[in-house]
């Protein structure tokens, strides 16, 4: 994808007057697909005095997550303020203004400016019922990895050998047919134990059966490793787990180191997000954005999200742990994710498109709990059975059959009681998927966070999964089938608000993804196949990473997909996102710059360990913003300026201006339909003073976002999110599979 530029100001010339419309200051965006936002104007006729204003309008909006753009479009003229115009002049200029707008179409505004500017306005949300018990929780003094099967081993022979492996799980675990013993591959060690549960011991020589294993690129990485090497010197703790479970590894005894800026302390000897409260004496562990906390590291844990301490919320953001915050309920962090996790993924497909659905066996359909609905339990896809009519979300769309079989179609309608389908179902990711529109050659079709695994909780933040356990379906046979389903705790699932995905710190292992030993059925062959590559639900990478804020470590990936499309980059990335990081961070803070062919450029600094922040951006639009009031400002390097007379003019901020940094006074939306002339907005004063507080924190609130969202959009634009939709259980669509796992090696 070509990389996109900002559009602002949009000129528009028309009756011998120039209209230069500056970029639009948010004011809601409630459905994240209607923006509200008031925007400067400056109207310049040759023989006239300028005229400046703002005028309040409403659009249609298209967001481009990976790119992080919004392009808006179908521009309304909702009200005018033109101050220094009297009211007939300024109705009639208002008419002259919504016949300029009606010009414009596809300009975009960065993702990250929105987000910024409406971080701290109410978000509407519709909370899931999540279920928020812990899962197991295992803790370690000395490196151990944690092993997870989807219930009890489900093993598939190797043909021509005494050997079987689990496919319901990401490891490498074989179990040796003669002997009943099993072997399991840690990275490049071979660990081996007298039953699945352990207790695992390096393995000495393989038995001759692993030099029999096929010879095909399903098992090439095992084979790397046949026969074994030296058997290693510390070898791992193996804990095993059948059900949930996460586990926290520390290099010793738990050592505890202050928390920059904030009265906590964090278990700095562990990978783990993990926090302790000095005022309570409990510790806080984060998991797949849930937080758990406990008296100790070997519990008992709660779920206690809701109840977190108030200094969490003190965390500095551009710190260490700041990325935390998008877990603490009532942070702008936290409100950012929600807004984010609301933006629709849409895509236009051909009314020609069509799915193809494999079964193993006849079509099996059971009830959906608390519905009149039934879905298909023996195949890959997702197939909804309503009232004798047949639908399959597939790749982020709905497709219809009149038949379990087909043939199937693109849907230009479903249900709505499809979206009544509880969490507790695992079908239940498939209602964050939509279609939106429909015309006789095509279909917008798209998708929430929801479908990628992203849940709003009544606690207000983001949370990865419903928190159910939803048991695989398993059909004995000489070849067991194995259908896995959504799985909330698999390895350290973080937040990453750069792409509104979900990355792991370390070995990505997710639903439907992980790293080397991926298995999936194939109901279309019978058999197994043995994959390297990584991936998330419906979307991947084929080069493995990880991000992990805390640490200041990243990675990148070559090749990313989602449901939508494919595409390259250098990115930090997870089951459900990317990010490109052409900033560096570590410990002592982090550092960006760019340059834009638009006229956008800027360089900035944080340091982590004093809090300090410094910086310029210019943007291309040369800083001019609607003023509550009416009146037009611009910011520069000395301040801020009214324009007035045909010139901008120094004003003089109100005295004891109440502190920003992106916490100002909220915008607030004007009545619509409305236009204001005469003496404009109550509060402003005339040249040389900005009037009241409130509006001078909005200007600065406003200035703010846009040149934080235009940094934001240069260093994290060129990633994307990966991600997008479960759809593809099991991998009849060459992704997906099914299976987890856990790893954590300090």
């Not at 200007?699 to 969202?709: E, F, K, P, S, T």
């Amino acid at each position: 994808m070509a990389q996109q530029e900002a559009s602002w100001p949009t000129i528009v010339k028309e009756n011998g007057a120039t209209a230069t419309i500056y970029e639009p200051q948010p004011t809601s965006w409630p459905d994240r697909t209607r923006l509200y936002a008031t925007a400067a104007v400056i109207i310049a006729k040759p023989g006239q005095p300028n005229i400046a204003g703002t005028v309040d309008i409403v659009a249609d909006t298209s967001t481009d997550l990976a790119g992080r753009w919004v392009t808006v479009s179908h521009i309304n003229v909702l009200a005018t303020h033109f101050p220094m115009l009297d009211t007939d002049q300024a109705a009639k200029l208002q008419a002259r203004i919504t016949a300029y707008t009606a010009n414009i179409s596809g300009r975009n505004i960065p993702l990250d400016t929105l987000l910024l500017a409406l971080n701290q306005a109410p978000v509407q949300t519709q909370p899931v019922a999540t279920e928020n018990t812990p899962p197991v929780i295992f803790h370690s003094n000395s490196p151990a990895i944690l092993v997870v099967t989807d219930g009890p081993p489900v093993m598939s022979p190797l043909k021509g050998t005494g050997l079987s492996f689990a496919v319901n799980t990401n490891w490498n675990l074989f179990e040796q047919s003669a002997t009943g013993e099993w072997f399991l591959l840690d990275g490049h060690d071979w660990l081996s134990a007298p039953a699945f549960t352990g207790p695992y011991q390096p393995a000495g020589a393989l038995p001759a059966d692993f030099s029999k294993l096929p010879n095909d690129a399903s098992f090439a990485d095992v084979k790397k490793y046949v026969p074994n090497g030296p058997a290693p010197a510390a070898p791992p703790t193996v804990f095993v787990s059948t059900k949930p479970a996460q586990i926290i590894v520390t290099d010793g005894a738990p050592k505890l180191a202050p928390v920059a800026g904030a009265p906590l302390q964090y278990v700095s000897n562990s990978d783990a997000e993990v926090i302790f409260d000095p005022a309570s004496k409990d510790y806080f562990v984060l998991f797949s954005g849930r937080w758990f906390s406990a008296p100790g590291l070997e519990g008992p844990w709660a779920y206690a999200t809701p109840n977190l301490p108030a200094s969490f919320a003190l965390i500095p953001p551009g710190g260490p742990h700041g990325a935390l915050l998008a877990s603490v309920p009532g942070t702008a962090e936290a409100q950012e994710a929600l807004i984010t996790a609301q933006i629709p993924v849409q895509t236009s497909l051909p009314v020609t498109s069509t799915a193809t659905v494999t079964y193993a066996g006849s079509p099996n359909f059971v009830p959906i709990a608390g519905t009149g609905m039934n879905y298909a339990v023996n195949t890959a896809a997702q197939v909804i059975e309503v009232n004798g009519v047949y639908y399959d979300c597939h790749d982020g769309a709905w497709y219809v059959a009149h038949s379990p079989t087909g043939p199937w179609v693109l849907a230009t309608s479903v249900p709505q009681v499809i979206y009544t389908i509880p969490p507790s179902s695992p079908i239940y990711p498939v209602t964050y998927v939509h279609v939106y529109a429909a015309t006789p050659s095509s279909v917008l079709v798209g998708y929430t966070a929801g479908y990628t695994m992203g849940m709003i909780t009544a606690a207000g933040v983001i949370v990865y999964g419903t928190g159910y356990y939803y048991p695989p379906v398993v059909i004995a046979g000489p070849i067991p089938v194995y259908y896995p389903y959504p799985y909330t705790y698999a390895g350290g699932v973080r937040y990453v608000s750069a792409t509104g995905g979900w990355a792991t710190g370390g070995a990505v292992y997710g639903p439907y993804g992980g790293v080397a030993a991926r298995s999936y059925y194939n109901p279309a062959t019978g058999a197994y196949a043995h994959g390297s590559a990584v991936w998330g639900p419906n979307g991947g990478n084929a080069y493995g990473s990880f991000s992990n804020p805390t640490t200041g470590r990243y990675g990148s990936t070559s090749q990313s997909w989602t449901p939508y499309g494919r595409s390259g980059a250098s990115t930090v990335t997870g089951p459900n996102g990317t990010v490109n990081t052409r900033s560096g961070s570590n410990y002592n803070g982090s550092a960006g710059g760019f340059a834009a062919s638009n006229g956008a450029e800027g360089a900035g600094m944080h340091n982590a360990v004093t809090g300090s922040n410094s910086g310029a951006v210019k943007t291309a639009n040369g800083d001019v913003y609607a003023g509550h009031n009416g009146n037009v400002y611009q910011h520069n390097s000395s301040g801020w300026s009214e324009y007035n007379n045909g010139s901008f003019k120094p004003v003089t901020p109100p005295q004891a201006p109440k502190p920003t940094g992106l916490e100002g006074t909220q915008n607030q939306p004007r009545p619509q339909g409305s236009y204001n002339g005469g003496t404009g907005f109550a509060g402003h004063s005339g040249a040389g003073n900005m009037g009241n507080s409130a509006d001078f924190n909005q200007l600065n609130h406003d200035m703010q976002a846009r040149q934080g969202g235009a940094q934001r959009q240069r260093e994290f634009g060129g990633g994307g999110f990966g991600g997008g939709g479960f759809g593809a259980r099991g991998a009849a669509t060459g992704f997906g599979g099914g299976g987890f796992g856990g790893h954590s090696r300090h």
